[in-house]
């Protein structure tokens, strides 16, 4: 949805994923994987669509403590 250029991207993306989610459930998908930034997680939202069998990636800002974890990481933990 275009909205005005003053308004949060995620706002009412909610309504959208649930309108995408039962669009791509009639069309016969059975696994839903959706993407996006640390700003469109939706968090009240996730456990619900976590339940229905919903997968969401998204990136996460690079920040002081998750640069350590990630250093800290065997290069076996990589994937």
């Not at 309504?15 to 039962?22: E, N």
Request: aromatic share 12%.
């Amino acid at each position: 949805m275009n909205r005005s250029g003053n308004r949060p991207s995620h706002e009412g993306a909610d309504y959208y994923l649930d309108k995408s989610i039962s669009l791509l459930r009639r069309a016969g998908f059975r696994h839903i994987r959706f993407r996006g930034d640390t700003d469109f997680t939706q968090t009240r939202h996730l456990d619900r669509w976590d339940q229905e069998g919903v997968h969401f990636v998204f990136g996460v800002d690079c920040m002081p403590n998750l640069e350590k974890l990630a250093e800290s990481l065997e290069d076996r933990d990589w994937t």
